[in-house]
């Protein structure tokens, strides 16, 4: 039988210069991009402004994690959380839209839906009978004149 080796770690980041992942340095090296165009397009004091926003930005961007995962994605799931509806409620009926897609009308429809499936519950005698066979694991055999088949899990 061959030997395999298990991959172990791999939620842990490849380092390229120090501590600073391949990710850090890109996010880094686009916030350095960003403040050398904003030091030729503006003057002193607006490119000193932009250049503390932007490095405070990627900073997060970069460094701070979140429950041990990276900062985009806490941004990312709380967009995702305030795009949610609050109260999620179930009409169960059609839209006028989704009535357009159906040739048939409401009549079929309805004739068309299932019926709810009711259980037939047995009755306490029945009960009391299956819990005697199961206990006995299969000894007692129930009463005579009903067929009662249950196999024994060993």
Known sequence: MQQFTIPQFIDVED???GPVTTRQFI???A???LMGISY???DFSLFLTISVLTLLITGTFSFVRINGRPFHFFILNVIQTLKRPKL???YNEL????KEGYELDEKEIIKQTP???TKIQPNMSRLAELSLIVDTRGEYKGEEGRETEITAVK
């Open 15 to 17: 380092k390229i210069i």
């Open 27 to 29: 996010i880094l090296l």
């Open 31 to 33: 916030g350095f991009l």
């Open 40 to 42: 030729k397009l503006f």
């Open 88 to 90: 999620r409620v179930w």
């Open 95 to 98: 839209s006028p839209r989704e």
């Open 115 to 117: 019926l709810p499936v």
